[in-house]
């Protein structure tokens, strides 16, 4: 098992920055994929970024590219997700999640999910 625990999440206005956290506990691998989703009230949860725990490979949608930057720090089992330049429709509920293969865009694709972190941007 995997247990994601986010942070990080807030109200902030439009324009402004945020860092979440992921911190990733239980049986962590090599091989697990990071990703962030996020789903506004009334829509699907929907991909914003992923990374190979080992490796460079980071992908994002494009309503985040050139905004959103993911990362990860392997020694402390955090994935980090800093967002730049904020829109008022960035607001969400933001999630984390790993699987034990490679990235996916897909949130069913994925093994374990954090509780999710509240992001609102103000205009």
């Known amino acids: 098992q995997v247990q994601l625990v986010e942070s990080g999440g807030g109200l902030v206005q439009a324009g402004g920055s945020l860092r979440l956290s992921c911190a990733a506990s239980g049986r962590t691998s090599s091989s697990y994929a990071m990703g962030w989703f996020r789903q506004a009230p009334g829509k699907e949860r929907e991909f914003v970024a992923a990374?190979?725990?080992?490796?460079?490979?980071?992908y994002y949608a494009d309503s985040g590219k050139d905004r959103f930057t993911i990362s990860r720090d392997n020694a402390k089992n955090i994935a980090y997700l800093q967002m730049n330049s904020l829109k008022p429709e960035d607001t969400a509920v933001y999630y984390c999640?790993?699987?034990?293969?490679?990235?996916?865009?897909?949130?069913?694709?994925?093994?374990?999910w954090g509780q999710g972190t509240q992001v609102t941007v103000s205009s």
């Open positions: 990374i190979r725990w080992v490796g460079r490979q980071r």
């Open positions: 999640a790993a699987r034990n293969s490679g990235t996916s865009y897909y949130p069913q694709d994925y093994d374990y």
